[in-house]
């Protein structure tokens, strides 16, 4: 799986994302997506610019929205929206009645 925010990042991600704030983002589902091996090798702790560049590429059709909800830049607003949006599909997706 791949980390849309990195688990060693460059410096560039410190703007958004402080050392400790991304210390607890760096896990959640939100900054998570699937991605095909080569192209996350490729990709590993690059900048979001880099990143993005390969999410609109993806077969992953969860992947390549990413570019629809966050164009320009990944921040801890938008790992939070994505990660409602998982949530809800998840719950649509899987739904059992425990009654």
Known sequence: NEHILPENPMDDWEQ???RQQREEAVYRLGTMTLLEPAANR???NANYAVKLSAYSRSVYVLTRK?????SEQWTLNLLEERQRRLAERAVHLWRADFA
């Open 16 to 18: 958004h994302f402080p």
């Open 42 to 44: 490729q990709v590993g």
């Open 66 to 70: 990413i570019s629809e909800i966050a």
